[in-house]
């Protein structure tokens, strides 16, 4: 059995632009030299409760939908909620939105629900404002990395 630690990456990307966050969120988080993490990252349509309880650490990622996460996140959360409860209380999470607006709405929604499993956030939420900016996708990879090494290190 490995003795790495396991980061789980949520993250909806339905257009190509969300891809290439999400994919910046991967590039970061499986930096070379980090090499105590092993990384999963799914939809949140293929994420499970399983795939949670096994995880050290979360990496959250969702679109901003009509002023709220998008419905995919929304329905992982529905099914994961309950099952994880009471084991991944304290769990290390971050969260990024690509936001067409403000991300205010989105972030509300994901924290209530975070506060809710008593998750514990390790940084700022990273909120990718506005019109596309090129500056977003080097944004997601430092957090990927951030949060693979952090945990490597063992600072959450």
Not at 94 to 99: M, V, Y
Not at 119 to 145: S, T, Y
Request: hydrophobic share 40%; charged share 20%; glycine share 10%.
């Amino acid at each position: 059995m490995s003795n790495k630690k396991s980061l789980l990456a949520v993250i909806h990307a339905p257009s190509p632009n969300t891809r290439r966050l999400r994919d910046a969120v991967v590039a970061g988080a499986s930096n070379p030299d980090i090499s105590g993490v092993a990384l999963t990252c799914l939809s949140p349509f293929d994420a499970s409760p399983d795939h949670v309880m096994i995880a050290d650490a979360i990496i959250l990622g969702t679109t901003e939908n009509l002023g709220y996460m998008s419905g995919a996140l929304k329905d992982f959360f529905d099914r994961c909620y309950y099952p994880v409860l009471e084991e991944k209380q304290g769990m290390p999470y971050s969260l990024f939105i690509r936001a067409g607006h403000d991300g205010t709405g989105t972030r509300r929604g994901v924290e209530t629900i975070v506060t809710g499993l008593r998750w514990k956030a390790v940084m700022d939420p990273l909120i990718c404002r506005g019109d596309w900016n090129e500056d977003f996708v080097p944004q997601c990879e430092e957090l990927g990395l951030t949060m693979a090494a952090g945990l490597e290190a063992g600072v959450f």
